[in-house]
């Protein structure tokens, strides 16, 4: 169990860890994003930065619950946005990602519990 939650934690902190260093770097399709949105590209650093911290905090066991909590909040606010432009497919496909960081929250508290 320890490896599955290992892997699906790497491939949230690898989705999260790219999300934002695409948003730090200001990529050219995230400022057309959030000028899409109507968001203020000032916003793009913080978000993105808060999507790395949560990704390189996911790894390690000892800071995964905090980190996946912080992936969880960074990707809900991206996914609100992709609804907000309108694109219901892309937004629900992106709901993947939560999806996926929300089992590794719910097996690593799982497995966290001490047995009776």
Do not use: D
């Amino acid at each position: 169990m320890k490896v599955l939650i290992l892997i699906i934690a790497v491939i949230v902190a690898f989705l999260s860890i790219a999300a934002g260093a695409a948003k730090i770097l200001a990529a050219p399709q995230e400022v057309q994003f959030f000028e899409a949105v109507g968001v203020s590209a000032t916003w793009m650093m913080p978000l993105g930065i808060l999507q790395v911290v949560g990704g390189v905090l996911g790894i390690p066991q000892k800071t995964r619950q905090a980190g996946v909590l912080i992936v969880v909040a960074g990707f809900l606010v991206s996914t609100a946005m992709i609804f907000a432009t309108g694109n219901v497919g892309f937004g629900v496909s992106s709901l993947l990602p939560v999806l996926l960081a929300l089992v590794v929250l719910w097996l690593s508290r799982k497995e966290a519990k001490p047995q009776a």
